[in-house]
């Protein structure tokens, strides 16, 4: 298993392949399929993002079946559920790297800025709202949204990369939906 210093190198450099590609670039293939089948998944980061179709991490990051273990949820907003999945791919996986991934034009953030009221989707919502305070500008807005996020899963997971440097690592990163480019803010 890598560090999470490896992981984040391997997320950066993946978009770097993203940009210039043309078609996908991660494994796919019969031959990985059938591996992991039988000797399971080995993710080196567990990604938090948007459920938003333009978002896909696995093309992001230029990864292929099994190198990323992905949770998805409408303004990448973290609660229990999101908590555990990321608690079962860091106990049960091994993974050390967990990424919150924001992204521009968020549908969710802008729903949040502008108000919007809906049965399901207020908790959401609310979430965001708690994230972004007053703020109006969609792109500082996504950002405080993600750091927030991030927070929450260090609070929660009790990550302190201050006495286990080594140890399990949440990060945040925002995603242009126009370029394709990945600024890692944390």
């Not at 998944?41 to 938003?52: E, G």
């Amino acid at each position: 298993m890598i560090d999470a210093k490896e992981a984040k190198q391997r997320l950066i450099d993946g978009n770097l392949r993203y940009l210039d590609a043309d078609t996908a670039k991660g494994d796919v293939s019969p031959l990985v399929r059938r591996v992991t089948a039988l000797n399971g998944q080995h993710p080196y980061a567990i990604v938090v993002t948007c459920s938003d179709s333009r978002v896909i991490p696995e093309s992001i990051f230029s990864a292929g079946i099994g190198e990323l273990f992905v949770v998805r949820v409408a303004g990448n907003v973290i609660d229990d559920h999101q908590l555990g999945s990321i608690e079962y791919a860091a106990d049960h996986l091994g993974t050390k790297l967990i990424l919150v991934l924001g992204h521009t034009k968020c549908g969710a953030v802008d729903s949040a800025i502008k108000g919007h009221e809906g049965r399901f989707i207020e908790s959401i919502i609310r979430d965001i709202e708690l994230a972004i305070g007053d703020e109006k500008d969609p792109y500082k807005a996504s950002c405080l949204n993600m750091k927030h996020g991030v927070e929450v899963i260090r609070h929660e997971l009790e990550i302190h990369p201050v006495h286990d440097p080594d140890g399990l690592v949440a990060a945040g990163a925002i995603y242009d939906i126009e370029d394709g480019s990945v600024e890692f803010l944390d």
